[in-house]
């Protein structure tokens, strides 16, 4: 995809998935992603080992 709201969009288009992990420097696209995107578990720059 060409911005990041593209990416977004798929998301929201789908189920709601099980994970969503974001890496990024920008807390502006940070916040968005956390206030846009549901999912059953989201983490910002980490990850996590089930």
């Given amino acids: 995809v060409d911005k990041i709201e ?3 969009d798929i998301i929201k288009s789908h189920p709601k998935p099980l994970a969503a992990y974001l890496f990024s420097n920008d807390k502006k ?3 968005m992603f956390v ?3 549901s ?3 989201m983490i ?3 990850t ?3």
């Fill in 39 to 41: 999912a059953g578990g």
């Fill in 29 to 31: 696209l940070e916040k």
């Fill in 48 to 50: 996590v080992l089930h």
């Fill in 6 to 8: 593209d990416s977004i």
């Fill in 35 to 37: 206030k846009q995107i």
């Fill in 44 to 46: 910002v720059n980490d």
